[in-house]
């Protein structure tokens, strides 16, 4: 996830980021003549005749161990089923290998992949199974949806967990100045001003790995779509702009204000990703502004301090708004031309259900909450996760905008270094971002544009 499609869930990412070759494991429909694809529901221990489905995953470990953990519980359960995997590079090189096998007609049955809008770049009305009217939609969180539709069709389920992105905060630091938990950007503002003079950074910046410049503005999704609900789709459409829309100008404001106000630690443009976690954990720095992902490595780098860590939201300006911004797992997908539709129905059906997040979640520990319903977080997750349910459980979450809008300009992480630096103004930055954009929309074809 390095670029924030976060590299968007290419560290995981969530940041979020892919090497690797195509492992051989037999053609797109390999299993196309070994069976019937009469599978449905129920229990396992059927008699029907015997179905191979054909899988396709990125070869990150983490990908490859959540797939085959789906794999082996679902072949347990349904005897009849095998489920033979491939793998493929993640990053450019990956999405290449995806779009060249749909074009082919080479595609597995079913294939993960990211949701939003490179899954919309993928034309799934000509290369997806609709799966709108499927019984298993009706288990899956509203909100996740739209991140894997098309002209108001559903075609995928998740796979994983989601990400959050918003901050992070150290509970000791919080503790000994006697802070609450903001939920206006206003009383995080008073809160940096006693963390400063406390003599302590109140926010650390990263801009070494410029991605990381990125979360003020991105983490700010849902206070804009809170004031101006059409947004996303009046952005595509290029009806609006970040920089003439005052709500979402002012994700680059926030931005320019942490600057203004010194509140960054002075270093942050040597300062990299490793080292602001390491700030975080031994209170260098009270606030980290991250996607949840960095959650495994707090764990693993710094076991002793994980429960001294916090989350909460990018707060906005009325209170009675606050909510979080959500990164979305990536998808399983069904090959339009499968000759094993229920097979690869019943597949998705099993990771989309409260057994599959529990399967999930034996060898890929959540970075948020799952998008199933009903479906729990284990108990042993760092509290900084749990932070993150009163959102989800009372509605309020959103999805980033890359996850509703196409358009994501390449050039934003050096913008947002630009703003978060004092080089440039908030209304630059913006109007900067504006002009990133026109390209990739036009090569999209977007109307408008």
Not at 99 to 112: C, E, I, Q, Y
Not at 178 to 192: F, M, R, S, Y
Not at 329 to 337: Q, S, W
Not at 366 to 386: E, F, M, S
Request: charged residues 20%; aromatic residues 10%; proline residues 5%.
């Amino acid at each position: 996830m390095k670029n924030m499609k976060l590299k968007s869930l290419a560290m995981t990412a969530t940041a979020l980021v892919l090497t690797g070759t195509l492992a051989a494991c037999g053609g797109s429909n390999s299993g196309s003549n070994s069976g019937t694809n009469t599978a449905e529901g129920g229990t396992g221990g059927n008699t029907e005749k015997k179905v191979t489905l054909s899988l396709l995953v990125d070869n990150t470990q983490d990908s490859v161990n959540l797939a085959n953990a789906y794999v082996d519980a679902f072949q347990k359960k349904y005897p009849n089923i095998t489920v033979e995997m491939e793998t493929r590079p993640g990053g450019g090189e990956g999405d290449n290998i995806v779009k060249t096998r749909l074009a082919t007609g080479d595609m597995t049955d079913v294939f993960f992949y990211n949701s939003g809008s490179l899954m919309q770049a993928l034309s799934p009305e000509k290369n997806m199974l609709d799966l709108t009217n499927e019984a298993f939609q009706s288990n899956i969180v509203d909100s996740f949806k739209p991140t894997v539709s098309f002209d108001g069709k559903v075609y995928g389920v998740p796979t994983s967990s989601t990400i959050a992105g918003g901050w992070f905060y150290n509970k000791k630091i919080y503790s000994e100045l006697g802070l609450k938990v903001p939920i206006t950007w206003d009383e995080l503002i008073a809160n940096n001003e006693k963390i400063k003079a406390s003599g302590i950074s109140p926010v650390i910046g990263s801009y070494k790995d410029s991605w990381t410049s990125q979360l003020v503005v991105l983490a700010d999704y849902y206070n804009v779509q809170a004031q101006v609900p059409s947004f996303a789709d009046d952005f595509t459409a290029h009806k609006a702009t970040f920089a003439g829309t005052p709500a979402a100008l002012r994700s680059f404001e926030k931005l320019q204000e942490l600057y203004d106000k010194g509140f960054m630690n002075k270093d942050m443009l040597a300062t990299t990703y490793d080292a602001g976690l390491k700030m975080l954990a031994d209170g260098k720095g009270a606030h980290y502004p991250m996607l949840s992902f960095a959650s495994p490595s707090l764990v693993q780098n710094f076991p002793d301090e994980i429960e001294n860590i916090g989350f909460f939201a990018q707060p906005g300006d009325d209170a009675s708004k606050n909510g979080l911004s959500v990164w979305m797992p990536g998808a399983g997908y069904i090959y339009k031309e499968t000759k094993n539709v229920e097979a690869a129905k019943q597949f998705l059906a099993f990771m989309a259900s409260v057994e599959g997040t529990q399967v999930a979640a034996t060898v890929s520990k959540p970075t948020g909450p799952y998008l199933i319903k009903d479906a729990k977080i284990p108990d042993d997750v760092p509290t900084l996760v749990k932070d993150m349910l009163p959102y989800f459980e009372s509605g309020k979450t959103a999805p980033a905008l890359e996850f509703v809008s196409p358009v994501k300009g390449p050039s934003l992480e050096q913008i947002t270094v630009e703003v978060g630096a004092g080089i440039k103004k908030a209304p630059e930055g913006a109007a900067a971002y504006d002009k990133d954009v026109e390209k990739q929309a036009k090569q999209l074809g977007l109307a408008g544009w």
